[in-house]
């Protein structure tokens, strides 16, 4: 496609569910990126990935939070257990190599009861 | 951590006026900063950047400044169009560090362009 695709764009699941959040870069981006947006806030960092290898999870929350990205394009984002706490729009950006221009996605919003 | 400030959460301006938003920063190590645009169910969209060894750079009817040393940036739009409301990001990196993933978002100024 065009653009950043995110699946699906809203999401209501109840508390102690699994979710998984579904992000298709732009053909070609290398670089992969999750980020989550609470109320109020900027886009906060969760994991990166170049190619199919995550280079940098340090901004997982916790063991609940783990994403792939088997074939080095398409990423799920999975979260165990949700929790209220999650709720939040989450979205994903990609870009042709680590530095370059970041384009995102509309986001998932995710909404736990 | 809150590296990235915006202190502001909205903004109202009047069509044709300048409308200034305002960013700090708290990370000397952050070298490479940048202004992303929010529509509503939209993903934020790049905007317009500034490396740390300019201080000022425009494109079109939009500006960024940079003050190094009092850690700020402002992004400056004139004239201001109804077109322009939005929720504007400022956003900063270690570029030197050759990643994205050390990218940090302030919280966002919602932008209004009354007509």
């Known amino acids: 496609g065009a653009g950043v695709s995110q699946t699906p764009s809203n999401k209501v699941t109840e508390k102690g569910k699994y979710v998984e959040l579904r992000c298709d870069p732009i053909?070609?981006?290398?670089?992969l990126y999750w980020y989550r947006q609470s109320l109020g806030q900027g886009p906060e960092f969760l994991i990166y990935?170049?190619?199919?290898?995550?280079?940098?999870d340090s901004g997982l929350p916790n063991d609940r939070f783990f994403a792939v990205r088997p074939e080095g394009s398409v990423s799920t984002l999975k979260i165990q257990r949700t929790e209220r706490g999650d709720s939040a729009v989450y979205l994903c950006?990609?870009?042709?190599?680590?530095?370059?221009?970041?384009?995102f996605g509309e986001g998932s919003r995710l909404t736990v009861l | 951590d809150q590296q990235v400030k915006q202190n502001s959460p909205s903004l109202s301006v009047q069509e044709g006026r300048i409308s200034i938003l305002n960013c700090d920063y708290t990370?000397?190590?952050?070298?490479?900063f940048l202004w992303y645009k929010k529509y509503p169910a939209e993903g934020p969209t790049f905007l317009i950047s500034?490396?740390?060894?300019?201080d000022k750079n425009e494109d079109g009817r939009f500006t960024v400044f940079l003050n190094k040393s009092a850690k700020h940036l402002s992004l400056h739009i004139v004239p201001s169009q109804p077109g322009d409301s939005a929720v504007y990001f400022c956003?900063?990196?270690?570029?030197?560090?050759?990643?994205?993933?050390?990218?940090?978002f302030g919280a966002g100024t919602r932008l209004t362009v009354k007509p």
């Open positions: 500034i490396s740390s060894i300019k």
């Open positions: 950006a990609s870009s042709w190599y680590s530095t370059g221009e970041l384009f």
């Open positions: 053909s070609g981006h290398t670089a």
């Open positions: 956003a900063a990196s270690a570029r030197e560090r050759n990643n994205n993933n050390d990218m940090r």
């Open positions: 990370n000397s190590m952050f070298d490479y």
């Open positions: 990935f170049q190619g199919t290898g995550a280079a940098d």
